[in-house]
Protein backbone atom coordinates (compact mmCIF):
# COMPACT_ATOMS: atom_id res chain seq x y z
CA UNK A 1 0.00 0.00 0.00
CA UNK A 2 2.69 2.21 0.27
CA UNK A 3 4.57 1.85 -2.83
CA UNK A 4 1.19 2.22 -4.30
CA UNK A 5 0.55 5.43 -2.33
CA UNK A 6 3.96 6.82 -3.55
CA UNK A 7 3.23 6.31 -7.16
CA UNK A 8 -0.35 7.58 -7.10
CA UNK A 9 -0.44 10.04 -4.42
CA UNK A 10 -1.79 10.39 -0.58
CA UNK A 11 -5.27 9.77 -2.13
CA UNK A 12 -6.56 6.66 -3.90
CA UNK A 13 -9.54 5.36 -4.60
CA UNK A 14 -10.22 1.53 -4.75
CA UNK A 15 -12.66 -1.25 -5.16
CA UNK A 16 -12.70 -4.12 -2.52
CA UNK A 17 -15.02 -6.44 -4.28
CA UNK A 18 -18.33 -4.15 -4.61
CA UNK A 19 -17.08 -1.81 -1.86
CA UNK A 20 -15.52 1.73 -2.87
CA UNK A 21 -12.58 2.76 -0.91
CA UNK A 22 -10.82 5.69 -0.01
CA UNK A 23 -7.02 5.20 1.11
CA UNK A 24 -5.48 8.07 2.92
CA UNK A 25 -1.77 7.89 3.61
CA UNK A 26 -0.44 11.03 4.59
CA UNK A 27 -1.50 13.74 7.45
CA UNK A 28 -2.37 16.65 4.91
CA UNK A 29 -4.94 14.04 3.45
CA UNK A 30 -5.85 12.90 7.27
CA UNK A 31 -7.09 16.54 8.39
CA UNK A 32 -8.83 17.01 4.84
CA UNK A 33 -10.59 13.82 5.36
CA UNK A 34 -11.33 13.99 9.18
CA UNK A 35 -11.80 17.49 10.27
CA UNK A 36 -12.18 19.79 7.16
CA UNK A 37 -14.74 17.28 5.85
CA UNK A 38 -15.91 16.21 8.92
CA UNK A 39 -19.61 15.47 8.01
CA UNK A 40 -18.64 14.23 4.65
CA UNK A 41 -17.05 11.37 5.88
CA UNK A 42 -19.13 10.79 9.43
CA UNK A 43 -21.58 8.37 8.42
CA UNK A 44 -20.60 4.80 8.80
CA UNK A 45 -20.77 2.85 5.17
CA UNK A 46 -23.52 -0.04 5.07
CA UNK A 47 -23.32 -3.23 4.90
CA UNK A 48 -24.88 -6.36 5.58
CA UNK A 49 -22.96 -7.16 9.19
CA UNK A 50 -23.69 -3.25 9.96
CA UNK A 51 -27.39 -3.45 9.39
CA UNK A 52 -27.26 -7.20 11.34
CA UNK A 53 -25.35 -5.69 14.55
CA UNK A 54 -26.57 -2.18 14.18
CA UNK A 55 -30.05 -2.81 14.09
CA UNK A 56 -30.00 -0.98 10.71
CA UNK A 57 -28.39 2.21 12.51
CA UNK A 58 -30.88 1.91 15.70
CA UNK A 59 -27.66 2.30 18.05
CA UNK A 60 -24.78 4.41 18.25
CA UNK A 61 -22.26 2.71 17.27
CA UNK A 62 -23.30 2.27 13.50
CA UNK A 63 -26.01 5.33 13.56
CA UNK A 64 -26.16 7.52 10.51
CA UNK A 65 -25.05 10.85 11.69
CA UNK A 66 -27.93 12.83 12.78
CA UNK A 67 -30.15 13.90 15.46
CA UNK A 68 -30.55 10.32 16.37
CA UNK A 69 -27.04 9.46 16.68
CA UNK A 70 -26.47 12.58 19.08
CA UNK A 71 -29.52 11.58 21.31
CA UNK A 72 -27.49 8.10 21.52
CA UNK A 73 -24.09 9.77 22.07
CA UNK A 74 -25.27 12.09 24.75
CA UNK A 75 -26.69 9.06 26.33
CA UNK A 76 -24.17 7.13 26.27
CA UNK A 77 -21.79 9.82 27.61
CA UNK A 78 -24.08 11.57 30.24
CA UNK A 79 -26.21 8.14 31.38
CA UNK A 80 -24.18 5.57 31.11
CA UNK A 81 -20.60 6.44 31.07
CA UNK A 82 -20.32 9.14 33.66
CA UNK A 83 -18.23 9.62 36.65
CA UNK A 84 -21.38 7.97 38.78
CA UNK A 85 -21.41 5.03 36.62
CA UNK A 86 -17.63 4.84 36.11
CA UNK A 87 -17.07 4.85 39.82
CA UNK A 88 -19.92 1.96 40.09
CA UNK A 89 -18.13 -0.42 37.38
CA UNK A 90 -14.97 0.10 39.34
CA UNK A 91 -16.19 -0.73 42.51
CA UNK A 92 -17.50 -4.24 41.00
CA UNK A 93 -14.44 -4.74 38.89
CA UNK A 94 -12.08 -4.20 42.27
CA UNK A 95 -14.42 -6.48 44.15
CA UNK A 96 -14.59 -9.17 41.79
CA UNK A 97 -11.02 -9.24 41.01
CA UNK A 98 -10.06 -9.44 44.66
CA UNK A 99 -13.06 -12.85 44.96
CA UNK A 100 -10.69 -13.92 42.06
CA UNK A 101 -7.13 -13.55 43.95
CA UNK A 102 -9.07 -14.81 46.69
CA UNK A 103 -9.96 -17.89 45.32
CA UNK A 104 -6.92 -18.47 43.87
CA UNK A 105 -4.63 -18.50 46.66
CA UNK A 106 -7.50 -20.69 48.73
CA UNK A 107 -7.01 -23.22 45.65
CA UNK A 108 -5.14 -26.22 46.51
CA UNK A 109 -3.88 -27.64 43.20
CA UNK A 110 -3.92 -26.43 39.78
CA UNK A 111 -5.68 -23.19 38.68
CA UNK A 112 -7.51 -22.57 34.96
CA UNK A 113 -6.50 -18.76 35.04
CA UNK A 114 -8.43 -18.43 31.21
CA UNK A 115 -11.44 -20.18 32.50
CA UNK A 116 -11.28 -18.03 35.82
CA UNK A 117 -10.52 -14.86 33.76
CA UNK A 118 -13.44 -15.72 31.54
CA UNK A 119 -15.56 -15.95 34.10
CA UNK A 120 -14.46 -12.86 36.31
CA UNK A 121 -15.21 -10.59 32.83
CA UNK A 122 -18.22 -12.11 32.03
CA UNK A 123 -19.56 -11.39 35.62
CA UNK A 124 -18.39 -7.86 35.75
CA UNK A 125 -20.36 -7.20 32.49
CA UNK A 126 -23.28 -9.22 33.74
CA UNK A 127 -23.41 -6.96 37.26
CA UNK A 128 -22.48 -3.54 35.27
CA UNK A 129 -25.69 -4.25 32.47
CA UNK A 130 -27.65 -6.03 34.89
CA UNK A 131 -26.99 -6.20 38.49
CA UNK A 132 -26.57 -10.21 38.63
CA UNK A 133 -23.74 -12.52 38.49
CA UNK A 134 -23.14 -14.33 34.82
CA UNK A 135 -26.13 -16.76 35.30
CA UNK A 136 -29.04 -17.77 33.34
CA UNK A 137 -29.74 -15.30 30.85
CA UNK A 138 -27.49 -12.93 31.94
CA UNK A 139 -25.10 -16.12 30.77
CA UNK A 140 -26.46 -16.41 27.40
CA UNK A 141 -26.26 -12.90 26.81
CA UNK A 142 -22.47 -13.00 26.90
CA UNK A 143 -22.15 -16.16 25.38
CA UNK A 144 -24.06 -14.79 22.95
CA UNK A 145 -22.18 -11.39 22.77
CA UNK A 146 -19.12 -13.50 22.60
CA UNK A 147 -20.27 -15.27 19.03
CA UNK A 148 -21.62 -11.90 17.48
CA UNK A 149 -18.01 -10.34 18.11
CA UNK A 150 -16.32 -13.24 16.90
CA UNK A 151 -18.19 -13.49 13.63
CA UNK A 152 -17.71 -9.52 13.10
CA UNK A 153 -14.40 -10.16 13.59
CA UNK A 154 -13.93 -12.35 10.98
CA UNK A 155 -13.77 -12.05 7.57
CA UNK A 156 -17.38 -11.62 5.84
CA UNK A 157 -17.75 -11.94 1.78
CA UNK A 158 -20.66 -10.68 1.87
CA UNK A 159 -19.75 -7.48 2.82
CA UNK A 160 -17.47 -7.10 -0.54
CA UNK A 161 -19.70 -8.89 -2.73
CA UNK A 162 -23.04 -7.71 -1.41
CA UNK A 163 -24.98 -8.14 -4.40
CA UNK A 164 -23.49 -11.64 -5.25
CA UNK A 165 -26.68 -14.63 -4.87
CA UNK A 166 -23.80 -16.97 -5.05
CA UNK A 167 -21.68 -15.62 -2.10
CA UNK A 168 -25.09 -15.41 0.07
CA UNK A 169 -25.51 -18.87 -0.92
CA UNK A 170 -22.30 -20.28 0.15
CA UNK A 171 -21.59 -18.53 2.98
CA UNK A 172 -22.77 -19.35 6.50
CA UNK A 173 -21.65 -16.26 8.63
CA UNK A 174 -25.09 -14.22 7.69
CA UNK A 175 -27.18 -16.69 9.28
CA UNK A 176 -25.23 -17.68 12.22
CA UNK A 177 -24.72 -13.89 12.89
CA UNK A 178 -28.37 -13.22 12.73
CA UNK A 179 -29.03 -16.35 14.72
CA UNK A 180 -26.84 -15.12 17.88
CA UNK A 181 -27.71 -11.65 17.23
CA UNK A 182 -31.05 -12.07 17.21
CA UNK A 183 -30.17 -14.01 20.46
CA UNK A 184 -29.27 -11.39 22.16
CA UNK A 185 -32.18 -9.52 21.41
CA UNK A 186 -34.39 -11.74 22.64
CA UNK A 187 -32.46 -12.33 26.26
CA UNK A 188 -32.55 -8.39 26.76
CA UNK A 189 -36.05 -8.50 25.88
CA UNK A 190 -36.90 -11.38 28.08
CA UNK A 191 -34.28 -9.57 31.14
CA UNK A 192 -36.53 -6.04 30.16
CA UNK A 193 -39.90 -7.59 31.16
CA UNK A 194 -38.52 -9.00 34.64
CA UNK A 195 -37.01 -5.84 35.10
CA UNK A 196 -40.17 -4.04 34.53
CA UNK A 197 -42.21 -6.34 36.85
CA UNK A 198 -39.22 -5.97 39.48
CA UNK A 199 -39.48 -2.28 39.23
CA UNK A 200 -43.13 -2.25 39.73
CA UNK A 201 -42.60 -4.19 43.12
CA UNK A 202 -38.95 -3.07 44.46
CA UNK A 203 -38.09 -0.06 42.66
CA UNK A 204 -34.81 0.15 40.45
CA UNK A 205 -31.33 0.20 40.36
CA UNK A 206 -28.84 2.19 38.38
CA UNK A 207 -27.43 -0.55 36.55
CA UNK A 208 -27.30 0.00 32.73
CA UNK A 209 -30.37 -1.33 31.84
CA UNK A 210 -31.96 0.45 34.83
CA UNK A 211 -30.77 3.52 33.59
CA UNK A 212 -32.17 2.90 29.78
CA UNK A 213 -35.15 1.95 31.27
CA UNK A 214 -35.26 4.97 33.27
CA UNK A 215 -35.09 6.92 30.47
CA UNK A 216 -37.38 4.87 28.06
CA UNK A 217 -40.02 5.98 30.29
CA UNK A 218 -39.24 9.91 30.15
CA UNK A 219 -40.92 11.94 27.61
CA UNK A 220 -38.33 14.53 26.80
CA UNK A 221 -36.67 12.04 24.03
CA UNK A 222 -36.94 12.80 20.48
CA UNK A 223 -36.43 9.45 19.84
CA UNK A 224 -38.06 7.08 21.52
CA UNK A 225 -36.16 3.97 23.01
CA UNK A 226 -37.35 1.25 21.80
CA UNK A 227 -36.89 -2.59 23.35
CA UNK A 228 -34.36 -3.40 19.67
CA UNK A 229 -32.56 0.30 20.47
CA UNK A 230 -31.74 -0.44 24.20
CA UNK A 231 -30.59 -3.75 23.14
CA UNK A 232 -28.32 -1.88 20.54
CA UNK A 233 -27.41 0.27 22.93
CA UNK A 234 -26.27 -2.21 25.63
CA UNK A 235 -24.62 -4.41 22.52
CA UNK A 236 -21.99 -1.54 21.86
CA UNK A 237 -21.73 -0.98 25.35
CA UNK A 238 -20.34 -3.90 26.35
CA UNK A 239 -16.38 -3.51 25.58
CA UNK A 240 -16.90 -0.05 27.58
CA UNK A 241 -17.42 -1.77 30.69
CA UNK A 242 -14.58 -3.47 30.44
CA UNK A 243 -12.00 -0.99 29.50
CA UNK A 244 -13.39 2.52 31.36
CA UNK A 245 -11.49 3.77 33.87
CA UNK A 246 -11.55 6.63 36.49
Known sequence: MRELSHHHGPLMFLRLGEVPTLVVSSAEAAELVMRTHDLSFAPRPSSVTIDIVGSCGKGIGFAPYGDRWRQMKKICIMELLNAKQVKRVESIRAEEVGLLLRSIAAASGFVNLSKK????????VAMAMFGGKCAGEKS?????????????????????????RIVRRLSTVERRLRGSYGCIQRIIASIVESRNAEIAANGDQEDFLGVLLRLQKQDSLAFPLTPETIGAIMFVSTPSILNSTT
Open 117 to 124: ASALANDI
Open 140 to 164: EFVLAYDQVSELVAGFFPLDFFPSS
